[in-house]
């Protein structure tokens, strides 16, 4: 690989003992995946940041790189942790996880990286521009800006976005070159795809058939409205990501490079996938049975106008089961602003931010029967928290809250 | 001896004895950072402990806190002491640069057994002895 003199500086340590080791991490990456030289990146996004996923050993890593003084020189910022910083107790949070979860996060503050601990970073205004170079590491945001902004960037592991953050490049390699960002299949579907439910089940599908590869849709009727179709789409990309190792998806008429290239975006020898019914990934993602101990929305987290949405459905109604909304700290502020906030309270739900159903520690909350409409929390929250499933959209999953219990 | 080229994914010079697994490996879930024993009863090495060892195996597998399990191994002296792979991904490459554990990949991985005496060095991996057993 061709290294610049200040790469190579950081390299051999001269600008410290933290540096050196991103810049080995960098060069390693960028010489297993092929890479020629390095490329400059404006801003990098940090998973790995809840204490129920790393525990002790990540929070020990940490610990000891920021020891190092090593600081991120780009814009760089927290993906979800474990605990809403503001509730945490009343929501009955083990207190010994919020220790050590907040002390990440002070950890990861004082290198430098913003405490925005959100998954949808472009609801906050961090939209980066087509052909713009990141690195980003939660795997529904690097969806989402590879595919909806036409940025360029791969999935990385906490770890190497935070090496990115504080040498502010990345190996030029895998979804940086137009080459590889080529559709490696073409999926014709052919059922009805209305709601942020139905995306995620079209998602979780094509996820678990192609693996890594990078799907172009066509006969897909993307709502009109602007906030429903950021909402379906951000559920495709999260559950395709989720299911499978999906980074980048191409959608006919509607994603920029899709609209750019027009079919040259596809590649000559690639497959065809037809998808006729979205029966498969109900079986896969739901599981029959009534109770329910806990409602959980927002995985992704959710927009403002998502948030707005749902207040509209519970307004005036009395929940008889717990129903979270995970949202950013910032959209959670708007949301109070308009009052929504206050009228999911007075419904008797909460609004969570800073954490999702999937990172938080709800196993040893004793919260095992969860409602939710995400197709993405529908695939780890039987993994990472021994959950039973029951999924369903959004209207289906208020319903549950409000009379208790959830209906086939 | 045998002496075998390989690719360096964090150079260093090492000796010890093999353990070896047929199947990849996940480091997140399977080993228990606390004893560097292998805890996966469905996994080849249920049981054993990769600590001190040159652990060789095709490759890993899972989640990307399995670089993070390798650093706790190596702050409580429990990380192997070097490793070989037929093709190192992100997991182990991480692992190995934050934990410092020499470690080579591109190797055949079939010429080893458990119990070998095998070095490590740079870009070079010498068969020292092949195991009895």
Same mark, same amino acid.
């Given at each position: 690989?061709?290294?610049?003199?200040?790469?190579?500086?950081?390299?051999?340590?001269?600008?410290?003992?933290?540096?050196?080791?991103?810049?080995?991490?960098?060069?390693?990456?960028?010489?297993?995946?092929?890479?020629?030289?390095?490329?400059?990146?404006?801003?990098?996004?940090?998973?790995?940041?809840?204490?129920?996923?790393?525990?002790?050993?990540?929070?020990?890593?940490?610990? !000891?790189?920021?020891?190092?003084? &090593?600081?991120?020189?780009?814009?760089?910022?927290?993906?979800?942790?474990?605990?809403?910083?503001? *509730?945490?107790?009343?929501?009955?949070?083990?207190?010994?996880?919020?220790?050590?979860?907040?002390?990440?996060?002070? +950890?990861?503050?004082?290198?430098?990286?913003?405490?925005?601990?959100?998954?949808?970073?472009?609801? +906050?205004?961090?939209?980066? /521009?087509?052909?713009?170079?990141? &690195?980003?590491?939660?795997?529904? #945001?690097?969806?989402?800006?590879?595919?909806?902004?036409?940025?360029?960037?791969?999935?990385?592991?906490?770890?190497?976005?935070?090496? &990115?953050?504080?040498?502010?490049?990345?190996?030029?390699?895998?979804?940086?070159?137009?080459?590889?960002?080529?559709?490696?299949?073409?999926?014709?579907?052919?059922?009805?795809?209305?709601?942020?439910?139905?995306?995620?089940?079209?998602?979780?599908?094509?996820?678990?058939?192609?693996?890594?590869?990078?799907?172009?849709?066509?006969?897909?009727?993307?709502?009109?409205?602007?906030?429903?179709? *950021? #909402?379906?789409?951000?559920?495709?990309?999260?559950?395709?990501?989720? &299911?499978?190792?999906?980074?980048?998806?191409?959608?006919?008429?509607?994603?920029?490079?899709?609209? !750019?290239?027009?079919?040259?975006?596809?590649?000559?020898?690639?497959?065809?996938?037809?998808?006729?019914?979205?029966?498969?990934?109900?079986?896969?993602?739901? /599981?029959?049975?009534? /109770?329910?101990?806990?409602?959980?929305?927002?995985?992704?987290?959710?927009?403002?106008?998502?948030?707005?949405?749902?207040?509209?459905?519970?307004?005036?109604?009395?929940?008889?089961?717990?129903?979270?909304?995970?949202?950013?700290? +910032?959209?959670?502020?708007?949301?109070?602003?308009?009052?929504?906030?206050?009228?999911?309270?007075?419904?008797?739900?909460?609004?969570?931010? !800073?954490?999702?159903?999937?990172?938080?520690?709800?196993?040893?909350?004793?919260?095992?029967?969860?409602?939710?409409?995400?197709?993405?929390?529908?695939?780890?929250?039987?993994?990472? /928290?021994?959950?039973?499933?029951?999924?369903?959209?959004?209207?289906?999953?208020?319903?549950?809250? +409000?009379?208790?219990?959830?209906?086939? | 001896?045998?002496?075998?080229?390989?690719?360096?994914?964090?150079?260093?010079?090492?000796?010890?004895?093999?353990?070896?697994?047929?199947?990849?490996?996940?480091?997140?879930?399977?080993?228990?950072?606390?004893?560097?024993?292998?805890?996966?009863?469905?996994?080849?090495?249920?049981?054993?402990?990769?600590?001190?060892?040159?652990?060789?195996?095709?490759?890993?597998?899972?989640?990307?806190?399995?670089?993070?399990?390798?650093?706790?191994?190596?702050?409580?002296?429990?990380?192997?002491?070097?490793?070989?792979?037929?093709?190192?991904?992100?997991?182990?490459?991480?692992?190995?640069?934050?934990?410092?554990?020499?470690?080579?990949?591109?190797?055949?991985?079939?010429?080893?057994?458990?119990?070998?005496?095998?070095?490590?060095?740079?870009?070079?991996?010498?068969?020292?002895?092949?195991?009895?057993?």
């Amino acid at each position: 690989m061709k290294l610049t003199e200040k790469e190579n500086d950081l390299l051999s340590g001269k600008h410290g003992a933290g540096l050196k080791k991103a810049m080995e991490i960098l060069v390693a990456l960028g010489k297993i995946y092929g890479a020629k030289e390095m490329v400059p990146v404006t801003s990098a996004q940090i998973a790995g940041i809840s204490y129920k996923n790393i525990g002790d050993p990540g929070l020990e890593f940490l610990r !000891d790189w920021a020891e190092s003084n &090593a600081r991120a020189h780009i814009p760089a910022f927290m993906n979800p942790a474990g605990i809403d910083r503001q *509730t945490w107790r009343q929501l009955g949070f083990p207190e010994g996880f919020a220790k050590k979860q907040l002390e990440i996060i002070e +950890i990861l503050k004082q290198m430098g990286v913003r405490a925005t601990l959100t998954c949808t970073p472009y609801h +906050i205004g961090i939209v980066p /521009q087509q052909g713009e170079h990141i &690195a980003w590491s939660e795997s529904s #945001a690097v969806s989402y800006a590879n595919s909806l902004l036409a940025a360029r960037t791969n999935r990385e592991g906490g770890p190497s976005a935070l090496a &990115a953050a504080f040498c502010g490049r990345t190996p030029r390699c895998g979804l940086h070159l137009h080459e590889n960002r080529l559709a490696t299949h073409r999926i014709l579907v052919k059922c009805p795809a209305k709601t942020s439910a139905d995306y995620g089940m079209l998602g979780y599908l094509i996820g678990k058939k192609i693996g890594q590869g990078i799907p172009y849709f066509q006969g897909l009727e993307i709502p009109a409205n602007e906030a429903e179709r *950021t #909402a379906c789409l951000k559920a495709l990309g999260a559950a395709m990501a989720a &299911a499978g190792a999906v980074a980048l998806f191409h959608i006919e008429k509607v994603t920029p490079e899709a609209n !750019d290239y027009g079919e040259r975006i596809i590649k000559q020898d690639c497959k065809l996938i037809e998808i006729d019914s979205l029966e498969e990934a109900q079986r896969a993602l739901h /599981q029959v049975g009534q /109770q329910v101990d806990l409602v959980a929305l927002g995985c992704p987290h959710v927009s403002l106008e998502e948030l707005a949405a749902i207040a509209g459905l519970i307004q005036n109604r009395q929940l008889k089961s717990p129903l979270w909304i995970a949202t950013s700290a +910032i959209v959670r502020e708007q949301a109070r602003a308009k009052n929504l906030v206050s009228m999911i309270e007075n419904a008797g739900g909460r609004v969570l931010a !800073d954490t999702c159903m999937v990172v938080a520690p709800l196993e040893e909350m004793g919260i095992k029967h969860i409602g939710t409409n995400s197709a993405k929390a529908a695939v780890y929250l039987p993994s990472h /928290q021994s959950a039973i499933v029951h999924f369903g959209t959004t209207e289906r999953c208020v319903q549950a809250a +409000i009379s208790g219990h959830w209906e086939d | 001896m045998v002496k075998i080229t390989a690719r360096i994914i964090y150079s260093g010079k090492v000796q010890g004895v093999v353990l070896k697994s047929e199947a990849p490996l996940s480091f997140f879930g399977a080993v228990d950072p606390t004893t560097g024993l292998v805890k996966d009863s469905q996994h080849p090495l249920f049981g054993q402990c990769i600590a001190g060892k040159i652990l060789i195996f095709p490759y890993a597998k899972g989640s990307t806190v399995g670089s993070y399990i390798l650093y706790g191994l190596k702050k409580r002296g429990l990380a192997p002491i070097g490793m070989i792979l037929e093709e190192c991904e992100t997991i182990v490459a991480v692992g190995a640069i934050i934990s410092e554990i020499p470690t080579v990949d591109r190797v055949r991985t079939n010429q080893f057994h458990t119990g070998d005496l095998v070095r490590i060095d740079e870009g070079e991996v010498y068969l020292e002895e092949k195991s009895h057993c």
